[in-house]
């Protein structure tokens, strides 16, 4: 299965699957160091590189982990955006391994949003986040099947984002 989430909700959505074995496609640009390391200690793989760095090598090593019946998570507008728009990379990955693509978003009551490119979301102590899954999809062969996957993956992931913010309809998870 591939997970994928927007840049800005990576914090909570690490901590809500931490210690599943899920492996994280982490930029491989220095400061990818930190978020690495994070993941890590929360209980994750990494695989680094991004569409900016070392995106054969990202490719190759996704491959690799859902191949061997693993799960791999993309933020497909990171590791610099812009914010909520597609790169690829994912596609290929879920396209070439067969995986099934499932967009996740993650909304807090109480957070802080940082001036970064991508609002970055930092939930306040105690706060309740609620996660959200959407309907998964697969990538069917093909440069047709990219460009269709591209266009459900982003009305899925805009839909997901609908549901997780504070209405009914979604989990709620504290933390």
Known sequence: MVYLMWHEALLPLLWHHRGLGVAVVVS???????L??????LGYRTVRGSSHRG???ALVGALRVLRDGGTVAFTPDGPRGPRRVL????????????????PVHAAARW????GSWDRFLVPLPFARVRVAFGAPFAVA??????????????????RTVQEAEWR????????
């Open 87 to 102: 790169k690829p990379g994912f596609l290929a990955a879920a396209q070439k391994s067969g995986a099934l693509v499932v």
């Open 36 to 41: 690495a390391d994070l993941a890590e200690r």
């Open 141 to 158: 062969p093909g440069p047709d099947g990219l460009a269709e996957g591209a266009v459900v993956a982003a009305a899925a992931l805009a």
């Open 168 to 175: 009914s309809g979604a989990a709620t998870v504290t933390g």
């Open 55 to 57: 995106g054969v090598r």
């Open 111 to 114: 957070a802080r949003r940082l």
């Open 28 to 34: 491989a640009a220095r400061d990818g160091q930190y």
